[in-house]
């Protein structure tokens, strides 16, 4: 019976009389074993229905069955009310822990059961997880103990896209992806990954024409182009920054020396993001922002102390997740000392020539001895080596890659491309060698992050 509601009058021994209600359209608990709106039936020895009171608490497993009313007056209403006098003969307890009481069962009168209350819940186990959330896992909620989830884990591996097998894919021939490929996807994943908090990357040589400005720009460029974010390239060139030249140029001629007397008004809680387009430069094509130096003044003229660094840096990471810093090669200037203090990620710059690859060495073994967080920027560095002519031997670069093994976490070699001689970069106008490569070097980098 759906929506059964039923209303009885029972009479204890001091003569007092006392109503109870039962609605079972207002039953909240779900149980298997007895879902709202049914009555478990049981029959007693002899062949009776079961008292009223079996029926309340019979099958609820403890739980609480319902609102239970209880109350000196009768309730207004058509309902009409069953007289208990002539209740039916009692049998065995219900297996609850609200038996009658002797007087209830010597009168024959109606034992008013009060609601059970609900079994606690138990502690949890030391190694059981934290409950999850819908969605925040790929599997959604753990199902019970012993039931297999309906739901596919996200493990799938994706055919094969790129070469012979690809091309069979293409064809409805699904193919495993080769272990090449295989690798350019994990290097897309690492480079795509976002971080918990902005994050910066220091690109440093204390030897001028060390290839700092391309692989700064190349980074910056790899990390926009995968994982999408803002991203800014900056030029923290106090003599004549060379990267506003390499990059594409804004509707403006804004450089830092702009920004910096703004940096109060922009780090304000109504500052908007997209007022920073006034001094910034964006990349169209790779996606990410160039901050530029001013090279047609003197270095005195645009000289940045380590509060004006500070400052700009927290401009730079409010807007920016990743913020790749082109540096000079003066490495006594404020600016510089104060870069090396706000870096997560050290990069050593370097061409195939000796004398660049020597004093990128030399300054890895000065951080290193100066300790604490200088030399564990030093050995978590990442040295991106870049062949500087077309004839360079493979076999000297990675004997050169092999030589920084004792001072840094890890060396990228990247081939050279007549796309990097001079003029604008573009990561589009690189070969696919050199693209890859460059790839390899952001996945490298961005474990440090």
């Not at 909620?141 to 069979?168: C, H, M, Q």
């Not at 910034?280 to 005195?300: G, Y």
């Not at 730079?316 to 203090?341: C, P, Q």
């Amino acid at each position: 019976m759906s929506g059964l509601s039923m209303r009885a009058r029972s009479t204890g021994p001091d003569g007092e009389a006392a109503t109870m209600t039962y609605d079972e359209s207002a039953r909240t608990t779900e149980d298997p074993r007895n879902p709202p709106g049914a009555v478990r039936r049981r029959r007693s020895h002899d062949g009776d229905p079961p008292r009223f009171a079996d029926r309340f608490t019979e099958g609820q497993g403890g739980r609480n069955p319902g609102p239970v009313v209880v109350s000196d007056h009768a309730p207004s209403g058509d309902v009409p009310v069953r007289d208990t006098s002539a209740s039916d003969p009692p049998t065995a307890d219900p297996p609850t822990g609200n038996a009658p009481s002797p007087d209830a069962r010597a009168t024959g009168s109606l034992h008013i059961v009060a609601p059970l209350q609900r079994d606690p819940a138990p502690p949890p186990r030391p190694h059981d997880s934290p409950p999850t959330a819908p969605g925040a896992a790929s599997t959604g909620l753990r199902p019970r103990e012993g039931r297999r989830s309906f739901l596919t884990p996200d493990d799938v591996v994706v055919p094969a896209e790129t070469g012979l097998r690809g091309f069979l894919a293409g064809l409805g021939i699904r193919l495993q992806p080769s272990v090449r490929e295989r690798a350019v996807r994990a290097d897309i994943a690492a480079v795509s990954r976002h971080w918990p908090g902005p994050r910066t990357i220091a690109v440093v040589n204390g030897k001028g024409g060390a290839n700092k400005t391309p692989t700064a720009v190349l980074l910056a460029a790899v990390f926009a182009r995968n994982g999408g974010g803002p991203v800014l390239a900056w030029d923290n060139n106090e003599t004549r920054g060379t990267l506003g030249w390499r990059t594409e140029q804004g509707p403006h001629e804004a450089t830092v020396l702009d920004l910096l007397p703004q940096t109060d008004a922009l780090l304000a809680p109504s500052a908007q993001s997209a007022l920073l387009a006034r001094y910034v430069h964006h990349q169209t094509a790779d996606k990410f922002d160039v901050l530029r130096s001013k090279p047609a003044v003197l270095a005195s003229e645009q000289k940045i102390t380590a509060a004006d660094f500070d400052a700009l840096h927290e401009v730079a990471s409010k807007y920016f997740r990743l913020n790749v810093v082109d540096s000079g090669n003066d490495e006594t200037a404020e600016r510089w000392l104060r870069m090396i203090h706000h870096t997560d990620q050290l990069v050593i710059a370097t061409t195939t020539l000796e004398e660049h690859a020597e004093a990128g060495a030399l300054l890895l073994e000065a951080l290193r001895d100066r300790g604490g967080r200088y030399g564990d920027l030093a050995r978590q560095a990442v040295v991106i080596i870049s062949q500087s002519d077309k004839n360079g031997s493979p076999s000297r670069s990675r004997a050169m890659a092999e030589g920084f093994d004792e001072l840094a976490r890890r060396s990228v070699i990247i081939p050279f491309d007549v796309a990097l001689l001079k003029g604008r970069i573009r990561f589009s106008a690189l070969r696919p060698v050199t693209q890859r490569a460059w790839l390899e070097a952001g996945a490298a980098v961005a474990e440090g992050l």
